[in-house]
Nanobody, 114 residues
Framework: QVQVVESGGGLVQPGGSLRLSCAAS????NAWTIHWYRQAPGKQRE???????????RYSDSVKGRFTISRDNAKNTAYLQMNTLKREDTAVYYC????????WGQGTQVTVSS
């Protein structure tokens, strides 16, 4: 059974930074593109960023230039470095591994507030 576990969320002031981690087990981690999504209260889950097995990255327009996705295949872990955080970044952040049928973690809460 594939397991996906996010960590690193918390409360941060606007302009601050956080680094999220996504640890996956029981999966050939280095064969899959890893995705981060987020879901704010009352809104649909939205795609944030992705990193391919070779390290190519993509970002949504809302986070481009502020967030950096990366991965360490030796540790079966992906990361989301979030800088210059805004109140509208407040959400539960999820990691997604697209091995059939697709696996989500439980999410980690990020709250940006003064």
């Amino acid at each position: 059974q594939v397991q996906v576990v996010e960590s690193g969320g918390g409360l941060v002031q606007p302009g601050g930074s956080l680094r999220l981690s996504c640890a996956a087990s029981n999966v050939l981690f280095n064969a899959w593109t890893i995705h981060w999504y987020r879901q704010a209260p009352g809104k649909q889950r939205e795609w944030v960023a992705a990193v391919t097995p070779g390290g190519t990255t993509r970002y949504s327009d809302s986070v481009k230039g502020r967030f950096t996705i990366s991965r360490d295949n030796a540790k079966n872990t992906a990361y989301l470095q979030m800088n210059t955080l805004k109140r509208e970044d407040t959400a539960v952040y999820y990691c997604y591994v697209p091995v059939e049928p697709g696996y989500w973690g439980q999410g980690t809460q990020v709250t940006v507030s003064s």
